[in-house]
T-cell receptor
Framework: DTEVTQTPKHLVMGMTNKKSLKCEQHMGHRAMYWYKQKAKKPPELMFVYSYEKLSINESVPSRFSPECPNSSLLNLHLHALQPEDSALYLC???????????????FGEGSRLTVL | RKEVEQDPGPFNVPEGATVAFNCTYSNSASQSFFWYRQDCRKEPKLLMSVYSSGNEDGRFTAQLNRASQYISLLIRDSKLSDSATYLCVVNIRGPNTGNQFYFGTGTSLTVIP
């Protein structure tokens, strides 16, 4: 069983809706990530939070808005999405100490998003 | 920009076969390397880390060549349960950005009875 929990598992929304994806981990990891994965494609990095600060934004459109309320939680706020944004959204975490890192990414099971 | 390149396959091999996957990465500052496995409609899971000296875990052997920026995975005595997509992953750690994990395109493996 994964130690990264994502909700909801499935989400269907219209292009005018506002919704949020949520992610939680209690492994004490200080780095959290959002990835987007389309069918038969690899996960694509969207955002990285390191010590609750946004450190990487891979040129993601502003209709996706990440938030890291504390070291255990990561949200992805969605607004005015397009049908092509339909995908599996994966949250992950990793240890991110200054001097060492196990390097392993732990993934949640993902939130499968459909935009109508 | 593609940080990591892999042959997407698919590879269809009989049970008991040996199969090798290759991966190249573009950023020489890449610091750590991994193979992940992803089953259909599941999240990726770590298969093994890859070390410069090469490492083995049962039927799986991983190799890293930093000079050529090349990573490989060898699976011996393939089992039906090895059928999955294998993803090469590279970690680039920036001084102010922390760990950034980039995935290769993935290689699909089907082991046939």
């Amino acid at each position: 069983d994964t130690e990264v929990t994502q909700t909801p598992k499935h989400l269907v929304m219209g292009m005018t809706n506002k919704k949020s994806l949520k992610c939680e981990q209690h492994m004490g990891h200080r780095a959290m990530y959002w990835y987007k994965q389309k069918a038969k494609k690899p996960p694509e990095l969207m955002f990285v939070y390191s010590y609750e600060k946004l450190s990487i934004n891979e040129s993601v459109p502003s209709r996706f808005s990440p938030e890291c309320p504390n070291s255990s939680l990561l949200n992805l706020h969605l607004h005015a999405l397009q049908p092509e944004d339909s995908a599996l959204y994966l949250c992950a975490s990793s240890q991110d100490r200054d001097r060492e890192s196990t390097g392993e990414l732990f993934f949640g099971e993902g939130s499968r998003l459909t935009v109508l | 920009r593609k940080e990591v390149e892999q042959d997407p396959g698919p590879f269809n091999v009989p049970e008991g076969a040996t199969v090798a996957f290759n991966c190249t990465y573009s950023n020489s500052a890449s610091q750590s390397f991994f193979w992940y496995r992803q089953d259909c409609r599941k999240e990726p899971k770590l298969l093994m880390s890859v070390y410069s000296s090469g490492n083995e875990d049962g039927r799986f052997t991983a190799q890293l060549n930093r000079a050529s920026q090349y990573i490989s995975l060898l699976i011996r005595d393939s089992k039906l349960s090895d059928s999955a997509t294998y993803l090469c992953v590279v970690n680039i750690r920036g001084p102010n950005t922390g760990n950034q994990f980039y995935f290769g395109t993935g290689t699909s493996l089907t082991v046939i009875p």
